[in-house]
C-alpha cells in the first residue's frame, strides 16, 4: 500500500448488534441512502485505483505499464491482485535481474565475493542487505534505489579490487552492462589499488619515463591490434562462409564448417609426412630404376600410375637403406627424432613411426574434438522442453537476406504447427492396423535397402575377382578405372534409390528421417569399402607376388579419390543444376532443390576414409585431399548459391555435427586404422619396392632397431625394456583397457548422479515457487484487509453523515457490506435489500479487528 | 586520476606515425586504461566496426575525433544490410542504445551490440542479452504478452502468417509448462538462461557476422 494506515480500528464487538433487526418501513430509506453512497464511493475507488497506478507507473521503471497488469496465476486461485501487490511482485529480484543495473551490479557483486571466498553460495544474513537485490531497494522509492545503487556499486569495485587482473578481466568480460560501465568499473577497481602512489612517486623522480613506457605499451597495443585486424581477415573463406550462413542459415553452413575441419585434419596428417618421409626421401632420391621412363599422356592424374608410379608419391620409391650423409640435418623432435638421435637416418623407421605418430595424432584430435562436440550438444537432462527452445533459439541472426528471412519464418511457422499438431496427435492413440501398417512397410523398406546393399557388394566383389583374374598392364591405364567406375557408379546410385525408398515411409519426425537414410548410406559405404579392403591386402597380395602390390593398392585408392571427386561434380551438375532447369522450366516449380545435407556430409566422411586408408602406400594422399577439398568448397558453394535452397527441415546443427564427427571417428578413422594395424603387422611386405622389402612385416623394422639398439650399449638400454615389458607384453593392453573401461563406468554413473541432483533441484525450485505463491498470497490478504479497513473508516465517516438512523452506523452491518466484497463494502450490488443485511450469512468475519 | 590526465592523442609522445594510419584516436579509444583493451569481445571487431558506423555517419562527422561521440539514430542502424532481414533489429538497437529516449546508437553502443553478436561472447551474456531483446515490454520477464509477440516476430509479419488464437495459446501454454519452473506464470532470466543452455545452437545462431 502506497500509504501505510496511521491508525487501527477498534470496533468493540456488540452482541445487541444481532439481535437488532431495522422495521420494514426505514428500508426503502436506507437502500436509497445505499445507492447513493455506493455511487460516490465507486467514483471514489475509481479514482484511487488510478491514483496508485499511477504510483506504481511513476515507482518502476519506465516502460512498465505491462507490467502492473500481470495477473500471477497461482494454483489455487486466478484472480487478479491489487496493483500494490503486483507492484512488489515486479521488483522482486528474479524479475529485476532482467532489467534493472542495479540488480546486474549486485548478482555480480555476489559473484565476485563467490569467487573469492570459494564458497558455495554467500550467506544471504552475511552479505549484508545492500549486495543482495532486495525489494525495497530500487522499485519502491526512488531516491534511496539511487544510493543503493551507488553503495552497491563500490562494493562491487571493492570487490574487482581483491580479484587478480585476470579474475577482474574475465568478470568484467561477463558482465552485461554497457561499454562504458565496464571501462568505468575497471578504471575505479584498478585507481584505487597502491599503484597509482608508486607510479606517481617514480614519475616525480623520472617525469619522462611514465609517458615513454605508456608510448611503448601503446604502440605494442596498437601493433597488436593492427596484427589482429589482419588476422581477422586472413581466416579462410571468412567472407563466403559469412555469405553462405547469411543466405542459407547454420543448416547448410554446418556442411562447409565440417568441409574445413576436414582440411584441417588433412593438413595435420600431411605436415610430419612432408617433414620426415616425403621432403628427406625428395631430399636424397633412391637410384633411379633401370628402364625406360614412361611418358606423360595426361592419363595419370585419372589413374595415377605410369610416370607418377616411381615418385615420392608412392610407397615403391622409398627406399629400405639408412640416409646417412654427414650433411643431413638429424630431424629433431617428432616421433623418429628422437628415437634416431645419434643414429642415421633410418628410412624404414622414420616411414613407420611417422605414419603411426601423423594416425596418432589425428586420433587424439578426433578424439578431443568428438568428445568437445558432445559436451556442447548433449546436455544432462535435456530431452524436454522442444517448444520453448524452438521459440527462444531457433531464429538465425546470421540472415541477411530478406528472401532467407522470409524462407526462416515460413520454416519456424511450419516447425511450430508441427509441433503442436504432434502435440495433440500423441494424444489420440493410433489404431492398430495403422500401427501394423507401417511396420510393415518400415520393414520391407529396411529389407529391400538392405538387398541393395548386398547386390552393390556381391557386384563390387564379383568385378573385383574378374579384374584379378584379367590382369591388365600398366600400359593399359584406361582398363584400371574400370573397378573404380562400378564403385563410384554404385555409391552414386544406390542413395537415389534408398531415397525413392524413404519416400514410401513416413517417419514421425524428420530427424529420425535423417538419421535412417545416414545409417544406409553409412552401412552401404562402409561395406564396400571393406569388401574392397579385403579385396587389396587378401587377394592383390597374393596375386601380385612378384610385384610391388602397396603401390598398387595406393594407385586403386588414389583412383577411386579422384573418380569420387569426378563423380561428386557429375551428382552437383545433374542432381542440382539439370534439376533445377527441369523443375524450373518444365515443371514451373518455384522451388529450387534443396540442399542434401546429410549425403554431402557423408560423401566427404567417404573421401577422408579413402586418405586414410591408402595414406600409408601413398604419402601423399592428404595432399590430393587437400586439394579435392579446396576444390569442392567453391563447386560446392557455387552450385549452393545458383541452385539450392535451404532444407524446410529443422536442421539441429550442433546435434548433426556431433553425429558427423562421431562416424568420422567410429567407422571411419577406426575403420582404416584397424586396416593399416592389419597390413602393418600382419602382411608381408612385397620384396621389391619400399623401405620395408627385405622383412617379413612392416612390423619388423622396429623389432630389428630394438635388437640393434640392446646391442648398441647400455645408453639407450630402457628402450628395449619398453619395447619387452609394454608392447610385446599384452598386460599392458588389458590394463588400460580396463582402466578405460572404469573411466566410463565412472563417469556414467556420474551423470546418473547428475541427473538426480538434478531432479531434486527441480522439485526443490517447484516447492520454493509454491512458497512464493503462498507468500504473494498471504501479502495480498493483508493488503487487502489494509484496503478494506480503510474503505470501511471512509464508510464509516460518509455512513454517518448520510444514514437516517443511527442504528446503522453499526460497523458490523458495514463489515458484512464488506464481506460481500472483499474490494470495498460499497461496491455491494444496490439490489441487496436490507432484509439481507438484517440475516447475516454464517460466514460473517467474526474478527472484526480491522 | 586518469582521467585528469590529458587524453594520450595529445601527448607528444603519441606521435607514433606508423599508427597513424590505423586511426590513432580509435585505438585510443579501444586501448583507453580500463577501456575495452583487455577485453578481446572488443578489440575483434574494433577497426572494421569503426569502418562500418562512420559510413553510416553524414561525410562531415566522419573524422575519427567526431565519430566517437556523434550518434547514429535508429533507422540509419536498421537499415545496415547485417540487419535489415532480423525481425528483432528494433528491440536489439533499443536494448542496447544508452540515449534516454532509446532512439540512437553512439560508436560505443554500436561496439557493444557487435561484442555480444561476437564468437567471443560467453553464452551467458548472449542469452542474458536475448532475454531483454525478447523481453519487448521492458518489465524484467517474459509474460504472455511478451511471448505471443516473440512469436509473432517469429512467424512472420504478416497478418496471415501468423498463428491462429487457439494455436498461440497452447504454444504459450506448452512454453510456460516447459520453462516456467517456478510456475509463477512468466519466464525470469534464470529460467530463461536455464532453457537457452539445453539448446547448443543458441550460441552459433545469436551471431552476427559484420
Not at chain 1, 209 to 233: E, M
Not at chain 2, 176 to 204: W, Y
Request: glycine residues 8%.
Amino acid at each position: 500500500m502506497a500509504q501505510p494506515l496511521p491508525f487501527v480500528l477498534n470496533v468493540p464487538e456488540i452482541p445487541e448488534d444481532h439481535d437488532r433487526e431495522p422495521s420494514p418501513y426505514d428500508e426503502s430509506e436506507v437502500h436509497d441512502s445505499f445507492h447513493q453512497l455506493i455511487q460516490e464511493q465507486s467514483q471514489c475507488v475509481a479514482e484511487e485505483g488510478l491514483e496508485l497506478r499511477q504510483r506504481g507507473l511513476g515507482a518502476a521503471a519506465p516502460g512498465t505499464s505491462g507490467s502492473g497488469r500481470q495477473a500471477l496465476v497461482g494454483p489455487e486461485d486466478a484472480a487478479a491482485y491489487s496493483t500494490a501487490t503486483l507492484r512488489i511482485l515486479a521488483s522482486m529480484p528474479s524479475r529485476t535481474i532482467g532489467r534493472s543495473r542495479g540488480a546486474i551490479i549486485s548478482q555480480y557483486y555476489n559473484r565476485t565475493v563467490r569467487l573469492r571466498r570459494r564458497v558455495s553460495r554467500p550467506q544471504l544474513g552475511g552479505v549484508g542487505r545492500s549486495a543482495r537485490p532486495s525489494l525495497r531497494l530500487y522499485d519502491l522509492e526512488l531516491d534511496p534505489a539511487a544510493l543503493e545503487e551507488e553503495e552497491k556499486r563500490s562494493l562491487l569495485v571493492k570487490e574487482l579490487q581483491s580479484l587478480t587482473v585476470a579474475q577482474r578481466g574475465h568478470m568484467l568480460k561477463g558482465m552485461p552492462l554497457g561499454l562504458a560501465e565496464k571501462r568505468s568499473l575497471r578504471e575505479e577497481s584498478r585507481t584505487l589499488t597502491g599503484k597509482p602512489r608508486e607510479r606517481r612517486g617514480r614519475r616525480g623522480l623520472f617525469p619522462c619515463c611514465g609517458w615513454l613506457r605508456d608510448t611503448c605499451v601503446l604502440a605494442l597495443h596498437g601493433l597488436g591490434l593492427w596484427l589482429l585486424a589482419g588476422l581477422h581477415g586472413l581466416k579462410p573463406w571468412r567472407y563466403a562462409l559469412k555469405r553462405i550462413g547469411g543466405q542459407f542459415g547454420s543448416s547448410v553452413l554446418s556442411y562447409f564448417l565440417f568441409l574445413k575441419t576436414l582440411l584441417a585434419f588433412n593438413a595435420l596428417l600431411l605436415l610430419p609426412l612432408l617433414a620426415f618421409v616425403v621432403g628427406v626421401q625428395a631430399a636424397f632420391p633412391p637410384p633411379a630404376s633401370p628402364g625406360p621412363v614412361p611418358a606423360f599422356t595426361g592419363l595419370e592424374l585419372l589413374t595415377g600410375g605410369g610416370r607418377l608410379t616411381h615418385t615420392v608419391m608412392y610407397y615403391g620409391y622409398y627406399s629400405n637403406s639408412t640416409l646417412n650423409p654427414p650433411c643431413v640435418p638429424a630431424p629433431d623432435g617428432g616421433q623418429c627424432g628422437r628415437e634416431t638421435d645419434g643414429l642415421p637416418y633410418n628410412m624404414p623407421l622414420a616411414y613407420l613411426f611417422t605414419v603411426g605418430g601423423a594416425f596418432f595424432i589425428t586420433c587424439i584430435t578426433l578424439v578431443y574434438s568428438m568428445s568437445h562436440s558432445f559436451g556442447e550438444s548433449y546436455r544432462v537432462g535435456s530431452t524436454s522442453g522442444v517448444h520453448a527452445i524452438t521459440v527462444f533459439c531457433s531464429w538465425d541472426h546470421k540472415v541477411t537476406q530478406r528472401r532467407a528471412s522470409r524462407l526462416q519464418h515460413d520454416n519456424i511457422r511450419t516447425h511450430l504447427k508441427e509441433l503442436l499438431a504432434e502435440g495433440q496427435l500423441r494424444q489420440g492413440p493410433r489404431s492398430v492396423c495403422g500401427r501394423l501398417r507401417q511396420v510393415a512397410v518400415l520393414g520391407l523398406v529396411w529389407l529391400l535397402c538392405l538387398a541393395i546393399t548386398l547386390g552393390c557388394t556381391v557386384a563390387v566383389y564379383a568385378f573385383s575377382e574378374l579384374m584379378i583374374q584379367s590382369p591388365v598392364s600398366a600400359e593399359q591405364g584406361g582398363a584400371l578405372l574400370a573397378l573404380p567406375v562400378v564403385v563410384c557408379l554404385l555409391n552414386l546410385g544406390a542413395p537415389y534409390l534408398y531415397r525413392g525408398l524413404a519416400a514410401l515411409e513416413r517417419h514421425d519426425s524428420p530427424v529420425l528421417q535423417v538419421y535412417v537414410a545416414v545409417c544406409r548410406n553409412l552401412i552401404l559405404k562402409m561395406v564396400i569399402l571393406g569388401i574392397l579392403c579385403y579385396h587389396w591386402l587378401g587377394r592383390r597380395v597374393g596375386a601380385l607376388r612378384d610385384q610391388c602390390w602397396e603401390n598398387f593398392v595406393g594407385q586403386e585408392l588414389y583412383r577411386l579419390m579422384v573418380l569420387d571427386f569426378i563423380f561428386i561434380l557429375l551428382d552437383t551438375l545433374f542432381g542440382e543444376l539439370v534439376w533445377r532447369l527441369i523443375s524450373e522450366r518444365k515443371l514451373k516449380r518455384k522451388e529450387k532443390p534443396e540442399f542434401d545435407i546429410a549425403g554431402n556430409v557423408l560423401e566427404l566422411i567417404y573421401g577422408q576414409t579413402l586418405t586414410w586408408l591408402g595414406v600409408l602406400f601413398a604419402p601423399l594422399l592428404p595432399a590430393v585431399q587437400i586439394i579435392k577439398l579446396v576444390f569442392l568448397f567453391y563447386i560446392k558453394k557455387t552450385s549452393l548459391m545458383a541452385n539450392c535452397q535451404a532444407p524446410r527441415r529443422p536442421w539441429l546443427a550442433s546435434h548433426m555435427s556431433t553425429v558427423f564427427i562421431s562416424l568420422l571417428c567410429f567407422p571411419s578413422f577406426l575403420g582404416a586404422a584397424v586396416f593399416l594395424c592389419y597390413a602393418v603387422w600382419q602382411v608381408k611386405p612385397s620384396s621389391t619396392c619400399g623401405p620395408f622389402r627385405t622383412l617379413d612385416t612392416m612390423y619388423e623394422a622396429g623389432k630389428v632397431w630394438v635388437r640393434r639398439l640392446e646391442k648398441a650399449g647400455p645408453r639407450v638400454s630402457w628402450l628395449p625394456w619398453v619395447h619387452r615389458y609394454l608392447v610385446e607384453n599384452t598386460f599392458p593392453v588389458y590394463l588400460v583397457s580396463a582402466l578405460l573401461l572404469a573411466v566410463i563406468y565412472l563417469n556414467i554413473q556420474v551423470v546418473k548422479g547428475q541427473r538426480k541432483v538434478i531432479c531434486l533441484l527441480r522439485e526443490q525450485i517447484s516447492n520454493e515457487g509454491e512458497d512464493k505463491i503462498f507468500l504473494i498470497n498471504k501479502l495480498h490478504s493483508v493488503y487487502e484487509k489494509k484496503e478494506r479497513s480503510r474503505c470501511c473508516r471512509d464508510v464509516l465517516k460518509s455512513a454517518a453523515s448520510h444514514l437516517p438512523s443511527s442504528r446503522f452506523q453499526t460497523p458490523s452491518l458495514l463489515l458484512y457490506c464488506g464481506h460481500q466484497d472483499p474490494r470495498c463494502p460499497l461496491l455491494v450490488t444496490p439490489d441487496l435489500g436490507l432484509r439481507r443485511v438484517t440475516h447475516p450469512v454464517p460466514s460473517f468475519p467474526q474478527p472484526v479487528k480491522i | 586520476m586518469r582521467t585528469a590526465e590529458p587524453p594520450r592523442s595529445l601527448r607528444p609522445g603519441w606521435a607514433l606515425r606508423g599508427l597513424r594510419s590505423l586511426a590513432p584516436a580509435l585505438s585510443n579509444f579501444l586501448l583507453q586504461p580500463g577501456g575495452g583493451s583487455a577485453d578481446f569481445a572488443y578489440r575483434e571487431p574494433g577497426p572494421s566496426a569503426h569502418r562500418r558506423f562512420c559510413e553510416l555517419l553524414p561525410q562531415e562527422h566522419r573524422s575519427t575525433e567526431e565519430s566517437l561521440h556523434t550518434r547514429v539514430s535508429l533507422e540509419q542502424i536498421l537499415s545496415l544490410p547485417e540487419l535489415k532481414a532480423n525481425p528483432f533489429k528494433e528491440r536489439i538497437c533499443r536494448v542496447f542504445s544508452t540515449s534516454p529516449a532509446r532512439d540512437s546508437l553512439s560508436f560505443e553502443d554500436f561496439l557493444d551490440l557487435l561484442s555480444v553478436f561476437s564468437d567471443t561472447a560467453t553464452p551467458d551474456l548472449k542469452s542474458h542479452y536475448a532475454f531483454r531483446i525478447f523481453d519487448f515490454d521492458d518489465d524484467g520477464t517474459l509474460n504472455r504478452e511478451d511471448l505471443s509477440q516473440l512469436v509473432n516476430c517469429l512467424t512472420g509479419p504478416g497478418e496471415d502468417t501468423q498463428l491462429s488464437a487457439s494455436e498461440m495459446k497452447q504454444l504459450i501454454d506448452n512454453i510456460l509448462e516447459e520453462s516456467d519452473i517456478d510456475r509463477d506464470g512468466t519466464i525470469n532470466l534464470s529460467e530463461f538462461q536455464h532453457v537457452i543452455s539445453r539448446s547448443p545452437d543458441f550460441a552459433s545462431s545469436f551471431k552476427i557476422v559484420l
